[in-house]
């Protein structure tokens, strides 16, 4: 099994900025494709970007694409998101999410991930 812990959330101005962090323990971080999730008040939760075990290959949603860059540390143990030119409608609980399937391309839905995080709150003003 693997724990998820994420922080940096918080309030940000339209057109800010903000990096998440995931923090992993457990079983070896680098044999787990990881990715972000994020929920929005009165909405389901939807993909925001995976990455593979390696760190080669990533995917984003169209609605972060060219804002977001997911990345990941090995040796420490931890994922990120840097979010970038934020908008109101990224107001959302972001979570870290861990799946044992090491695919080549990670994938963006939730049947893939068998660990979740308990989530960290961003919320962008207007």
């Known amino acids: 099994q693997v724990q998820l812990v994420e922080s940096g959330g918080g309030l940000v101005q339209y057109g800010g900025s903000l990096r998440l962090s995931c923090a992993a323990s457990?079983?070896?971080?680098?044999?787990?494709?990881m990715g972000w999730f994020r929920r929005a008040p009165g909405k389901e939760r939807e993909s925001v970007a995976a990455?593979?075990?390696?760190?080669?290959?990533?995917r984003y949603a169209d609605s972060v694409k060219g804002r977001f860059t997911i990345s990941r540390d090995n040796a420490k143990n931890t994922m990120y998101l840097q979010m970038n030119s934020l908008k109101p409608e990224d107001t959302a609980v972001y979570y870290c999410?861990?799946?044992?399937?090491?695919?080549?391309?990670?994938?963006?839905?939730?049947?893939?991930?068998?660990?979740w995080g308990q989530g960290t709150q961003v919320t962008v003003s207007s």
């Open positions: 999410a861990a799946g044992a399937a090491l695919l080549s391309i990670p994938a963006l839905r939730e049947s893939a991930y068998d660990y």
């Open positions: 457990g079983r070896t971080f680098s044999s787990y494709t």
């Open positions: 990455i593979s075990w390696s760190g080669a290959s990533t």
